[in-house]
């Protein structure tokens, strides 16, 4: 079975500075990766996806991961950070192996941004 | 385009009764699946649907079942009722295998 690794539970930030929220998933033959972000009381929102092609993706409010595969690793980073992206944020795997989409969650990174 | 609607948004209940939480996915998208949150455990996977089919089930009690209907509509229903039972549960809809998941704000449930 898939498992995805958010080793840090909270990562607290000074306003403008960078951040990288860590994920690492388990090995497999092929994967569909996603972060996505939930503001309090509210779902969760899609914030990018890797599905093949370049290993770099990034968002439309200035996000980005890597898709690393020998390190099975799909980091999120952010140059400069803003009050507002104080958040929750969850790493994703979407494994078809089993022939249909079975999407599994790591336990959630709390962006606390500081002015 | 509307969202994923979830309703009720609240919901109080009390040991040992039932609910019956509902789920309308974006028109288009026929599968449907259900998470429950809590914050000891995260984002936990309770079932996905396709085509009013259940395809995939975690690991939760016979207590917890769901349907969907034919409009790709879907409920979940949660019987005899546990004070761990209180979460926050999300449905989620996708268009196809590799599509990512559509969130909607979820149901609270607080069971007392």
């Known amino acids: 079975a898939q498992s995805v690794t958010q080793l840090d539970s909270q990562v607290p930030v000074f306003e403008e500075a960078p951040v990288e929220l860590r994920c690492n998933y388990s090995?497999?033959?092929?994967?569909?990766l996603f972060w996505y972000v939930q503001y309090p009381n509210q779902g969760l929102q899609l914030l990018l996806k890797?599905?093949?092609?370049?290993?770099l993706v990034e968002s439309i409010n200035g996000f980005e991961a890597e898709f690393n595969k020998s390190q099975t690793s799909f980091h999120l980073r952010k140059p400069s950070v803003h009050i507002s992206d104080t958040a929750e944020y969850f790493c994703a795997v979407s494994d078809l192996s089993g022939g249909y989409q079975k999407v599994t969650f790591g336990t959630g990174t709390k962006l606390q941004v500081i002015p | 385009k509307a969202g994923v609607t979830q309703t009720p948004r609240y919901l109080i209940k009390t040991r040992g009764q039932q609910v019956t939480l509902s789920c309308s996915p974006i028109s288009g998208h026929r599968s449907v699946s259900w998470y429950q949150q809590t914050p000891g455990q995260g984002l936990q996977f309770l079932f996905e649907y396709f085509s009013e089919t259940q395809r995939n089930k975690g690991n939760f009690p016979g207590r917890f079942s769901g349907r969907q209907f034919s409009n790709s509509r879907s409920e979940m229903n949660v019987s005899t009722l546990e004070l761990g039972d209180s979460a926050l549960y999300l449905c989620?809809?996708?268009?196809?295998?590799?599509?990512?998941?559509?969130f909607g704000n979820g149901t609270r449930l607080t069971v007392t």
């Open positions: 090995s497999s033959v092929s994967v569909y």
């Open positions: 890797y599905l093949s092609g370049s290993t």
């Open positions: 989620a809809s996708s268009l196809s295998e590799n599509s990512p998941l559509h």
